[in-house]
């Protein structure tokens, strides 16, 4: 069975000290993986998507990466509007049409 | 910009009663879907829709059932609501890739009394 395991469950951090969040996956054929940013009562906001293990993307203080078990979500310097829950995805073949499986999140939290 | 709206941001709801949440998206997304997501189990997939008027079941589908007659539409319903619907519902677009992302709405927070 697909499993996607998001660690560690919560997080604090002071503003400035740098962190990774962990995704590990265990899936017949990834298709891609996926990380969202979600604020308490708003909706998913997507972040990034990657295909194949090696790959690398950033966007300001933010960098995931992937390998054959695992995607991390490294965090350079954060400030407190960094926090937010952090939740990754997998879509794999074995997920029917183009569902995906994600893992229960991150709760980020970084203080002044 | 991708935007996907949902008609309520909060709704209660009796027991026993129809309840209709209702998705729209502005991208010309062929693909729509409805998860819950609860504390502790995360998000959830309950139905999904790859074209106007057709479906298939997620993993959570009892309960529920969904309506897809125009493109941008997909609505989901809880025929007869219970206290255990009692969530926060989330309808998500993407396009016909199959890797294609999927943008998520801004929620629906459900109370069943």
């Known amino acids: 069975e697909d499993q996607v395991t998001q660690s560690p469950e919560a997080l604090r951090l002071q503003e400035g000290e740098s962190s990774s969040l962990n995704c590990s996956y265990t899936v017949s054929g990834l298709r891609g993986l996926f990380w969202y940013r979600q604020d308490p009562g708003k909706g998913p906001e997507f972040l990034f998507t990657?295909?194949?293990a090696g790959e690398e993307k950033e966007k300001e203080r933010l960098k995931a990466t992937l390998t054959k078990k695992e995607s991390f979500l490294h965090i350079t310097a954060p400030k407190p509007e960094d926090s937010a829950t952090y939740l990754c995805?997998?879509?794999?073949?074995?997920?029917?049409?183009?569902?995906?499986?994600f893992g229960k999140g991150t709760s980020l939290l970084v203080t002044p | 910009d991708v935007k996907v709206t949902q008609s309520s941001r909060y709704l209660v709801k009796r027991t026993g009663e129809k309840v209709f949440l209702e998705c729209v998206q502005d991208?010309?997304?062929?693909?729509m879907f409805w998860y819950r997501q609860d504390p502790g189990l995360g998000l959830r997939l309950i139905y999904f829709?790859?074209?106007?008027?057709?479906?298939e079941k997620g993993d959570i589908p009892e309960g529920y059932s969904v309506s897809r007659e125009k493109k941008e539409r997909f609505s989901l319903i809880l025929e007869s609501a219970s206290t255990n619907q009692t969530s926060m519902y989330l309808c998500?677009?993407?396009?016909?890739?199959?890797?294609?992302?999927?943008?998520f709405g801004p929620g629906t927070r459900l109370t069943v009394l």
């Open positions: 991208m010309d997304h062929e693909n």
């Open positions: 829709s790859y074209d106007v008027k057709m479906k």
């Open positions: 995805a997998v879509q794999a073949d074995s997920n029917s049409g183009y569902a995906l499986n």
């Open positions: 998500a677009s993407s396009g016909a890739g199959v890797r294609d992302t999927q943008y």
């Open positions: 990657l295909y194949s």
